[in-house]
């Protein structure tokens, strides 16, 4: 029997992206025919989530003096189908989008987001039928969403609002589903069932598109490759003799050498008995975990587990709860803790979403010196240099001066490196560092961790991925069921996050 196909095709000529003045894409000419599976590839900047905003009818061709430009939505039998009635049948995931949910406050419980895909609306605002009741039930049964079903979803972490709006894609009846680095943030489970559904879209005819940067986010399903630079189609083809640099991490990097900064013989953090809340439940409780001087952690857990409140709490975003002790090297009760965050570098996707603001890249790495959102006065000749310096360490090749709005998931990941690193920090708090990144950089900016802690900057890492670490971290701390235990020995915890790992062999 042939398989039905209820997919759109989509066809583009001469279609281009010109924002703030400078064309970020094309123009291109790019046919997808409908139920057909596309896999974009390219370096970070290339133009890849540009792509998939003008794919989506979320951004239009920018109009040129010929007028002959075009993006067209067709049905499985050919016929045109206007972009007004295509919109609600195509759906959009990634990083950008949902970050707009912290954006603009979008709350909503757990249930009721999953819910607004039956219908692709942004806000609960349709009745249900029974039948489309049904199929939410079943969306969150399939992601293991039903004890979160009551939650809010701001509340949530990265990757359990990741794993939501998957649902709520699936929600509805799509004709065309865009992923944007779906599988950052999930666990190995996650995956499997994600992987599973993309199979089901398959089966239905369901045209997908997909930007990866990980060789193990790339399922059989991908036949045909789009490889992107410079805003332009570098090759379109078979995947199989596609240029696969950007998905392959190769080897370590370069590492270089850093200046040593001064050693102390104290631990970095002791916790014991350390119980974590959030929203007045518990999510760690009874913790004892010792950061040695001169010790590199890797944090290891699913989706909520805790990994994300950890680091935070370390941070000093979130409090401890009263109960226990914590010790934090260098720091005394009745001083702010502003102090012992000066003395630490933070990355985060949480973080990297809170920066709503139109900065610079220079005054974004500026912000970090200053541990502020935003800048109330104009930075110096000395703090732009620094800002300088920390940007060309961690490899950043854009503009200075560019908007951070303007760059791509992994730029901005970049550039929030450069923050993290302004202040020449005694240690380092990770939270899947690489996200975002291509195979290149990931190789770079592992390099780069090495080199700092070669030097004496201690790594605290919280990753999903094995080849996320570098080789100098040798202590696991996992995270199960709000407890934590402690692995010490380097090859058991390699082998630990090897097992956890979703890397497929």
Known sequence: MARAVNGFRIACHRAALVLGGRTVLGP??????????????????????????????????TPTARGDEYRHYYSADGALVETTEALPRIEFIGGERQDKYYRYDWNFTVQRVVSTGVHNTVRPIVRLKPAERSRVRALLKRFSLERLARRRFLTLSYGEKRRVLIARALAGNPALILLDEVHNGLDTQTRRVLDRELC??????????????RVDDVSSLFGRAVVLRDGQIEYD??????????????????????????????????????????????????????????????????????????LQAVYGLLPFASRGQVRRRGYELGVHIEEWRRRLGFVSPELQ??????????????????????????????????????LELVGFSGSFGASVRILSYGQRRLVLFARALVLKPEALLLDEPLTGLDAPFRAQVRALLSSLA????????????????????????????????ILLRNAVAKSRVDRHSPIRR
């Open 28 to 61: 291109l000419d790019l046919d997808i025919p409908a139920g057909s599976r596309l896999l974009l590839l390219g370096p970070n900047g290339a133009g890849k989530t540009q792509l998939l905003k003008l794919l989506g009818g979320e951004r239009w061709p």
């Open 200 to 213: 089901r879209l398959a089966q239905r005819g369901t045209t997908l598109v997909m930007a990866a940067h």
């Open 237 to 310: 083809g078979p995947l199989a003799d596609a240029p696969q640099h950007w998905l392959t991490l190769e080897g370590q990097g370069a590492s270089c050498a850093l200046p040593s900064i001064a050693s102390s013989e104290q631990p970095l953090l002791e916790l014991r008995d350390a119980w974590l809340y959030r929203d007045y439940r518990p999510v760690i409780r009874g913790l004892d975990w010792t950061v040695g001087a001169g010790e590199h952690w890797a944090i290891l857990g699913a989706n909520g587990s805790g990994k994300s409140t950890l």
């Open 353 to 390: 979403t809170e920066y709503l603001d139109d900065l610079s890249v220079e005054e974004f790495v500026v912000s970090g010196e200053r541990l502020s959102f935003g800048l109330l006065r104009r930075a110096t000749a000395a703090e732009r240099r620094r800002a300088h310096a920390a």
């Open 454 to 485: 070669q030097s004496g900057v201690q790594l605290l890492v919280a990753a999903h991925h094995a080849t996320d670490l570098c080789p100098e971290i040798g202590h696991l701390l996992e995270i199960r069921n709000g407890r934590g235990r």
